[in-house]
């Protein structure tokens, strides 16, 4: 949603496919949270008040006819671990990692993002979904290739995953030392960007969908938005403190 609707629910539609997966990704307005976290800020580590967080939560999970209380979050480290789920954490400690994946229909899973790249999949016949935090460490790590494993391993078919990601710093903003980008192209060169002042870039997004094609998953779909170019969105690189956004995948 835009600026102008900031007093609407939270959280943009989602998508809905005939086969019963949703896909949906936040922008920053429409919550309670105050600057530098304005408005629908959903980081429960990121110095905002946590009842703000859980009313911008709840604001965001309802406006999608989601349950707050079943909504599956993650403890982001910048890694590549995976964790199958099979219920909400309920008083069990977020465990660290940066995907999670799930058999369990009507059970959402959800992705934190200020820059990183937010990959969704979805093979609804196989009734496989899983979330993933791709920033750069991640993609370079191989977070989307292990998700893809762990989905594959509960039945998934890569040529059946559908496969989603949502707003992240483009590959003309994401400046990096020439260093960081030899060694980040070693890995995947898809990534391997210049910005558009003509320096040394690194495109998360790209690595991505690169991965994804080589693993076999070509029904995919990128978001236009650059979250630094933004202002609808926020921006680690570009404001430091700020807030998170969110993606959500689930199927019926």
């Known amino acids: 949603m835009?600026?102008?609707e900031a007093a609407a629910p939270a959280a943009a539609t989602a998508e809905h496919s005939a086969n019963g997966a949703h896909f949906a990704f936040t922008d920053r307005w429409g919550g309670v949270s105050a600057v530098p976290y304005e408005e629908l800020n959903l980081g429960g580590a990121v110095g905002d008040e946590p009842e703000a967080v859980r009313t911008n939560r709840a604001r965001a999970a309802r406006a999608l006819g989601l349950d707050p209380d079943r909504v599956v979050w993650m403890n982001q480290?910048?890694?590549?671990e995976v964790?199958?789920?099979d219920a909400p954490w309920g008083e069990r400690p977020v465990p660290e990692a940066d995907a999670v994946v799930t058999t369990e229909r009507g059970l959402p899973l959800a992705v934190l993002t200020a820059d990183c790249t937010p990959v969704l999949l979805a093979d609804p016949e196989a009734g496989v979904i899983a979330a993933a935090h791709a920033g750069r460490p991640g993609m370079v790590a191989g977070v989307?290739?292990?998700t893809v494993a762990a989905m594959t391993a509960l039945g998934a078919?890569?040529?059946?995953i559908v496969a989603r990601?949502?707003?992240a710093v483009c590959g003309r903003c994401y400046e990096v030392p020439e260093r960081m980008r030899a060694e980040v192209a070693e890995v995947e060169r898809a990534a391997f960007a210049e910005t558009s002042w003509g320096t040394p870039a690194v495109d998360v997004t790209a690595g991505v969908h690169a991965q994804l094609e080589r693993l076999g998953?070509?029904?995919r779909e990128q978001s236009p938005v650059c979250t630094l170019e933004s202002g609808d969105h926020f921006s680690y690189r570009r404001d430091r403190t700020t807030g998170r956004l969110a993606g959500y995948v689930w199927l019926d």
């Open 2 to 4: 835009g600026r102008s």
């Open 77 to 80: 480290v910048h890694g590549r």
């Open 83 to 85: 964790a199958v789920v």
């Open 144 to 146: 989307v290739p292990a």
């Open 157 to 160: 078919d890569p040529s059946r």
């Open 165 to 167: 990601t949502g707003p």
């Open 217 to 219: 998953v070509h029904d």
